[in-house]
């Protein structure tokens, strides 16, 4: 099964509105951390956001938070007032275990976002 | 520059030919990670090390793939006799190595096999 799963391969968004990227993950860790991160055409993996899973609110981050419902395993991206500039592909990833002492991640196979002026 | 720096950007090689690229983290973090991004996916883990020890190694790390770390600094990854299935990105990125850290990212050197 895949670990994280992110199912809009796509998405477009109008300037100035809000969006939701999604992103379901599954492990049977009790201890986890699930991260955003952003790559645009130059190649940089950008880091946005996180979310711990023993964290009581979800994160924000400026203009991004997560939507982290821990029953459903999903933890969505929400950017609010989008800008011509968050154009590029969006990666959800996982660090599970309290016994991964090297903190190595796992990624989601991304989604495009494209934001229309 | 502070961030995390990986050269060539790009590489072009014919197959069976040996190719090395090189990767110097931000200079206070003491972990160093290496991924590697097929087009139309998310990275995947290769290694990483803490300081000069290399603690974790992938499956993807077949025989041919190499890495090191001396005096815990920059890292190399190198390749022998490449195979066109390794075209790829290889990213690196670094980190201070706590449990909830983001790693910061370079740029990636983007290897073409012909």
């Known amino acids: 099964a895949q670990k994280i799963t992110q199912t809009q391969p796509g998405m477009f968004v109008q300037e100035k509105e809000a969006v939701t990227l999604d992103c379901t993950y599954d492990?049977?860790?009790?201890?986890?951390?699930l991260f955003w991160y952003k790559q645009p055409s130059s190649g940089e993996m950008i880091f946005l956001i996180y979310q711990g899973s023993y964290d009581q609110q979800n994160a924000t981050e400026g203009r991004y938070s997560l939507n982290f419902q821990k029953a459903r395993k999903s933890a969505n991206l929400v950017i609010s007032a989008s800008q011509l500039g968050d154009s590029a592909m969006y990666f959800c990833?996982?660090?599970?275990?309290?016994?991964?002492?090297?903190?190595?991640?796992?990624f989601g196979g991304g989604t495009r976002l494209m934001v229309k002026p | 520059d502070t961030g995390v720096s990986q050269n060539p950007r790009h590489k072009i090689t014919k197959r069976g030919q040996n190719v090395t690229f090189r990767c110097d983290p931000i200079?206070?973090?003491?972990?160093l990670y290496w991924y590697r991004q097929t087009l139309g996916q998310g990275p995947e883990f290769l290694t990483y090390?803490?300081?000069?020890?290399?603690?974790?190694k992938s499956r993807l790390l077949s025989d041919r793939f190499s890495a090191e770390r001396p005096k815990g600094s920059f890292s190399t990854l190198e390749i022998q006799r490449t195979e066109q299935g390794d075209s790829a990105m290889y990213l690196c990125a670094s980190s201070f190595g706590q449990s909830n850290e983001k790693l910061f990212f370079g740029s990636g050197t983007q290897l073409s096999v012909l």
């Open positions: 990833a996982m660090r599970e275990g309290i016994n991964n002492a090297g903190n190595m991640l796992t």
């Open positions: 200079s206070e973090h003491n972990r």
């Open positions: 492990t049977s860790d009790p201890s986890y951390g």
């Open positions: 090390f803490q300081n000069e020890a290399q603690l974790e």
